[in-house]
């Protein structure tokens, strides 16, 4: 079956403007998860939804990051005024059931974000 | 903050050849996940080991983790060109457990 999918894959962005970038993920899925990653670094957690309830965004690096699933699947990542810091790969990622410390998170793509 | 540190940092070899890489991470753990991550695209699940386990074969993979000393191994044996990512362990985090805590990977060079 498909696979957890983002879009755009690729995303300029002017200093000072809004994004969204979109998560679908693997149909069923009941978690999903964002994460920010740095070049050269590895991912870092953002934030994490099970169903359409948003569990914990404690990675959220501050106020102008908001993550939304309003209906338990698709996923949007809204940054406003972007900054030259949020310049990253947002990386989406699902899994079947309920966070649990075995569960295989299936990633997307990515969406490369730059701001200019 | 990250959890777990990789070592080396990169690694260019010989197709043919075995690959090794390290994983050091600082608090105790459930379990250690691999992951690669190849230009352009998502990261896959490669192997879980769990705290209780000492070694765990998957294929051409081979991990190892010693809890004394809060570190994991993986070595790709018999590489090939597509081996060619980057590779990350990630641990859960005791307290939230569906909050993966990666390293800083392992680029991973494998020459035809």
């Known amino acids: 079956g498909a696979g957890v999918s983002q879009s755009p894959r690729y995303k300029v962005a002017k200093r000072g403007q809004d994004v969204a970038l979109r998560c679908d993920p693997i149909s069923g899925h009941v978690s999903l998860f964002w994460y920010q990653q740095a070049l050269g670094q590895g991912p870092e957690f953002l934030t994490y939804f099970q169903n359409e309830a948003q569990l914990d965004k404690s990675g959220l690096p501050s106020d102008r990051f908001f993550a939304e699933r309003p209906e338990g699947s698709v996923s949007t990542l809204k940054i406003q005024r972007t900054q030259q810091e949020d310049s990253a790969v947002y990386l989406c990622a699902s899994s079947p059931v309920p966070g649990l410390a075995e569960d295989t998170q299936y990633f997307g793509p990515g969406t490369r974000l730059t701001v200019l | ?112």
Not at chain 2, 16 to 36: D, F, P, V
Not at chain 2, 59 to 72: A, C, E, I
Not at chain 2, 88 to 94: D, L
Request: overall charge positive; glycine content about 6%; proline content about 3%.
């Open chain 2, 1 to 112: 903050s990250q959890q777990g540190e990789e070592d080396p940092q990169a690694l260019s070899i010989q197709e043919g050849e075995n690959a090794t890489m390290n994983c050091s991470y600082k608090t105790s753990i459930n379990n250690l996940q691999w992951y690669r991550q190849n230009s352009g695209r998502g990261l896959v699940h490669l192997i879980l080991i769990r705290s209780n386990e000492r070694e765990k074969h998957s294929g051409r993979l081979r991990v190892t983790l010693d809890t004394s000393k809060k570190s994991s191994s993986l070595l790709i044996t018999a590489s090939r060109a597509a081996d060619t990512a980057s590779y990350f362990c990630a641990t859960p985090r005791m307290d939230s457990s569906y909050k993966l805590i990666f390293g800083s990977g392992t680029r991973l060079l494998v020459r035809p």
